[in-house]
C-alpha cells in the first residue's frame, strides 16, 4: 500500500481542504456511496475508433452500481449520471457532499497520444503528480470545464497552466488515508480480474478537489488502444470492471465498518469565536471581485463573517475555531444556508496553510 507523507510543504498555500458535511464517516456504516460516471452529453471524453469514453463510464457505472443494489441493501447508490447528458465537474462533486456520501468514485477512460500501445488500467487519489503522465492523465480529465458555462466554482482555475497545477496538487484531502485504502483495493481486484496492474496514481483532478470524503478517480484502461478499447466495449469486459469495483467497495466496507464497530458519533461543541490566536480553522462560503460593503447584508444569516484577500479575490469566512470538528459543524451550517461550496480552511500564523499544519500547530 502506498502511504505518502504529506506534510512537506513549510509554506502557506492554499490547501482546499475538503471536510465533512455531516460526520458520516466517523460514524459506523458506510451508508452511501456516489458513483460518477465521467463526462456525458456534449463531453465525449476520450475517443475510440467505435466508441467513447463517456459510454463506457456510464455501462460500468450502472454495472458497479446495481451489484450493489442487489447485494448490499443497506447501502444507498447515487448516479451522477444514469444517461447521456453533460454536468458539471462541481456538481458532480456537490451531488455527493449534498447526500453526505460516504465515498465517492468517479470511472473514466484513459487515451494516450502517439503511442496506442499503453494498456491496463489505474487508481487516481487527489495529490501531488509524480510525473508527467499523471499531469497529463489529470489536465486531460479537467478539460471537461473548459465545456462549461460558468466556471466560478473553480476559483479561477485554468486547466492547461502547468503553474496552476503545482499550487492545485497541494490539495490534500483529510480523506487521503482512506482514498489511498480504496484505490489500493480497486488495483488489487484490477490485477485479479488480468488487468495490468498500473498502481495507486496522484493527481490534481477537479472533480474530486471537493467532495466531502474519501474519493477516487478510475482509469479502466486506454481507449486509443484497439485490444484495450474492445475488452472495456465488451459485455464480458464492463462486467468484469464493475465487479472488481463492486469487490474492493466490499472489502473497504467490511473493514472500516470493523474498525469502526465501537464508534460513537463525535460531540461537537461550538467553540467561541474569541480567544483564538492565528492559528485557526474557519469556514471559506464566499469569493468575490470587489470587497462587499455590508457582509450583513450580503451574506445574510452567516454568522461572524470575516474577509481575506487571496490569489485576486476577497475571499469570505465564517467564524474561527481551534477545532477543526467545530469548524466542520459551522460548515454544516453555512452550506444549510445555500452555501453549498463551504469549505473547512485553515490558518496558521496568520496564514493560509493546511489542515495539518494547523492542527500540529494546535497541538503545541
Ligand atoms: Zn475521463
Not at 70 to 77: C, G, L, Q, S, T
Not at 350 to 361: C, D, L, V, W
Request: proline residues 2%; neutral net charge.
Amino acid at each position: 500500500m502506498i502511504e505518502r507523507k504529506i506534510s512537506r510543504f513549510g509554506v502557506l498555500f492554499l490547501v482546499f481542504l475538503l471536510p465533512l458535511f455531516g460526520f458520516s464517516q466517523k460514524g459506523e456504516k458506510i451508508q452511501t456511496i456516489v458513483i460518477d460516471a465521467g463526462h456525458g452529453g456534449k463531453d465525449t471524453g476520450a475517443l475510440g475508433k467505435v466508441t467513447t469514453e463517456k459510454a463506457i463510464n456510464l455501462a460500468v457505472a450502472k454495472k458497479f452500481g446495481a451489484y450493489i443494489e442487489e447485494n448490499m441493501p443497506d447501502v444507498k447508490v447515487i448516479y451522477t449520471r444514469k444517461t447521456d447528458k453533460f454536468i458539471e465537474l462541481s456538481e458532480r462533486a456537490a451531488i455527493a457532499n449534498r447526500n453526505n456520501a460516504d465515498l465517492f468514485v468517479s470511472i473514466h477512460v484513459n487515451s494516450t497520444e502517439g503511442t496506442t500501445t499503453a494498456n491496463g488500467a489505474e487508481t487516481y487519489v487527489m495529490g501531488e503528480s509524480k510525473n508527467e503522465k499523471n499531469l497529463a492523465v489529470a489536465k486531460k480529465e479537467n478539460a471537461s470545464i473548459l465545456l462549461e458555462d460558468n466556471t466560478d466554482a473553480y476559483d479561477n482555475f485554468d486547466p492547461n497552466s502547468t503553474e496552476a497545477y503545482i499550487l492545485f496538487s497541494l490539495s490534500q484531502s483529510m480523506y487521503q488515508k482512506q482514498s489511498l485504502d480504496i484505490a489500493g483495493k480497486v488495483q488489487k481486484q484490477f490485477a485479479a480480474k488480468g488487468r495490468h496492474d498500473r498502481g495507486v496514481q496522484q493527481a490534481g483532478f477537479l472533480v474530486l478537489w471537493k467532495t466531502s470524503m474519501p474519493s477516487i478517480l478510475v482509469e479502466l484502461g486506454f481507449i486509443n488502444n484497439a485490444k484495450e478499447e474492445q475488452f472495456l466495449n465488451s459485455e464480458k469486459g464492463q462486467t468484469q470492471m464493475a465487479l472488481a469495483l463492486y469487490r474492493a467497495f466490499e472489502d473497504y466496507k467490511r473493514e472500516f465498518e470493523a474498525e469502526n464497530h465501537s464508534g460513537q458519533k463525535p460531540v461537537v461543541q461550538d467553540q467561541p469565536a474569541t480567544n483564538v490566536g492565528d492559528t485557526y480553522f474557519t469556514v471559506q462560503f464566499a469569493s468575490r471581485d470587489k470587497k462587499v460593503s455590508s457582509t450583513d447584508k450580503a451574506f445574510s444569516g452567516v454568522k461572524e463573517v470575516d474577509v481575506y484577500h487571496y490569489n485576486g479575490a476577497f475571499r469570505y469566512i465564517s467564524g474561527k475555531f481551534t477545532s477543526k470538528d467545530a469548524a466542520m459543524k459551522r460548515q454544516s451550517e453555512v452550506r444549510a444556508l445555500g452555501y453549498k461550496d463551504a469549505f473547512v480552511v485553515a490558518f496558521v500564523n496568520g496564514e493560509r496553510g493546511t489542515i495539518k499544519q494547523a492542527e500540529e500547530a494546535l497541538k503545541k
